[in-house]
């Protein structure tokens, strides 16, 4: 009994444990944020020399106080928080149809040698296609409408995401394939509890390829589809351009690196999670 009460009494109290429990949060964390913080710091250090040198005029390349200043002000702007929404609802879009597409001919193909030969080849040369050299025939389709951005963005995302899934499949064990053909898993039973899942980080890289295709073919299509009483980021930044206003152009590029940015580090997480609950992190030394 006394033992226990000298045990009890040893311990720190709750608040000092929940205080120890912070900071090795904080202290895992730091290592992870004080990379990019650094980086940040290092590229507005060089922006504001080369502004200082008198490279460009202030009107052209303003300083990045001015551009912080205006990004406040476009922060505080109902206007930005209804052409931010366009922008977003586009991409959402846009992107979840490239998933359905992109997946069901991933799929299509890896389970079909004859369509494998027959458009295999063309799924990675419209990989390779730039985006922005569509929109020329999606504007003949469709005028300056929704549909003509939502159809490039699909044609850019789609066929990253149906390589991902392609690759996703090649790479399962054959090893695993016949232990599943084994246990009786065949045709549709064998992809949904065997290929999918072994396919799954694969997939996930198509995926986060096939957002950053998608969203720059979205920025791309606001800049040439502008849709009267439909504000964008895009149309924004051409509206910025057209009256030379720097900072705001320069602002709304920000914004849209830091969406792109964002996106990106989500994806990052959550094949990072994948990989660790397969054992598949990276082994430092």
Do not use: C
């Not at 730091?30 to 060089?46: D, E, K, Q, S």
């Not at 980080?201 to 800049?223: D, N, T, V």
């Not at 589809?225 to 709304?252: D, H, K, M, T, W």
């Amino acid at each position: 009994m006394t033992d226990e009460l000298v045990r009890q009494e040893a311990r720190p109290p709750f608040t000092e444990r929940r205080a120890d429990v912070g900071v090795g949060a904080g202290a895992r964390l730091w290592p992870r944020i004080w990379p990019p913080i650094v980086a940040v710091v290092i590229v507005l250090v060089i922006w504001q020399i080369v502004v200082a040198m008198g490279w460009r005029p202030v009107y052209v390349l303003p300083a990045p106080a001015t551009v912080g200043g205006a990004l406040s002000g476009m922060l505080a702007d109902p206007k930005f928080w209804s052409a931010l929404g366009t922008t977003i609802t586009r991409a959402l879009i846009g992107f979840g149809i490239s998933v359905l597409v992109g997946s069901l001919i991933g799929l299509a193909v890896s389970r079909s040698r004859i369509l494998r030969s027959a458009i295999g080849s063309l799924i990675t040369g419209l990989q390779t296609m730039p985006s922005i050299a569509w929109f020329p025939f999606a504007i003949l389709l469709f005028g300056l409408s929704e549909q003509a951005i939502t159809f490039v963005i699909v044609l850019g995302a789609a066929p990253s995401i149906a390589n991902g899934v392609v690759s996703g499949v090649d790479d399962v064990s054959p090893q695993l394939q016949r232990v599943a053909h084994v246990l009786g898993a065949q045709g549709l039973r064998m992809y949904r509890y065997v290929m999918i899942p072994a396919a799954l980080p694969s997939y996930l890289a198509g995926l986060k390829q096939g957002w950053a295709f998608a969203w720059r073919s979205l920025m791309a299509g606001e800049l040439l589809v502008i849709i009267a009483a439909r504000p964008s980021l895009g149309a924004n930044l051409q509206f910025y351009r057209e009256f030379a206003n720097a900072p705001g152009l320069l602002a709304i590029m920000i914004v849209i690196l830091v969406i792109g940015v964002v996106v990106d580090s989500i994806f990052s997480r959550i094949a990072s999670g994948v990989r660790a609950r397969r054992g598949m992190g990276i082994v430092r030394l």
